[in-house]
């Protein structure tokens, strides 16, 4: 994990159409990048997700592109908070990141990346389900605390090297992820954080996921210098 914690990145707001709706997103490009890491937020959550900006940081001090990208409207949102049922909406989260993606194939920005997603809670469901209708585009998948379970049947269909990511003391979650684990088919690792609970709260926590991901979408997605 190569750090350029002396450059300063300018992050860009952007839209990103996703059939009939706009997706606002944040889009950070440090210069001589050459992979872009699409972010998946989970349960609740959005762009301004205060860990994955975090990690989403980090990232780009290791020169990985970023896009943070709101996955739900904001009408969508006022719902979801009163229900709870988009967030678990697996099959629509996955149809706005693949939107995501093929947007990123297109700008003349980021067409030329190499594209990674990083998942949080259900949002890693929704980005291995993603992956699994662009195989041929995704090249790398990590997943945060995540509930990869809920992708169902298109976990023996990802082809990217997935790398899943749970706290410690985050027992049940750790049983759903090995029981992922072993319907994936990929190249694929599942890594215990010391300590940490679902939210990687604890000091030091999120750093360490930081350079798991890092380290997973510097070798799946950088070319050898």
Known sequence: MNHRADQTVE?????????????YGNLTLP??????????HGSGS?????????????????NLST???DLLTLDEEVIDARTAQLRFDIGLLAER???????????PDTRQL????????????????????????????VSRGGRPDLAGAALMRVQAPTLLIVGENDGQVIQLNREALAQL?????????????HLFEEPGALDVVARLASDWFERHLVPLA
């Open 11 to 23: 992050e860009q707001l952007v839209r990103v159409p996703a059939g009939e709706v706009m997706l």
């Open 97 to 107: 990141l693949v939107a995501a993606t093929d947007w990123l194939t297109q700008f």
């Open 114 to 141: 190499r594209i990674g997603y990083f998942g949080a809670s259900t949002g890693a469901a929704a980005a291995l389900a993603a992956a699994a209708l662009r195989t041929d585009v995704v090249g790398a998948v």
């Open 46 to 62: 959005s762009r301004h997700s205060s860990r994955n900006r975090y990690v989403a940081r980090l990232l780009n001090e290791a």
């Open 31 to 40: 210069e001589g990048s050459h992979a872009i890491v699409l972010f998946a």
């Open 67 to 69: 896009l943070l990208i």
């Open 185 to 197: 088919r990929c190249e694929k690792q599942l890594m215990i954080v010391p300590g940490a609970t």
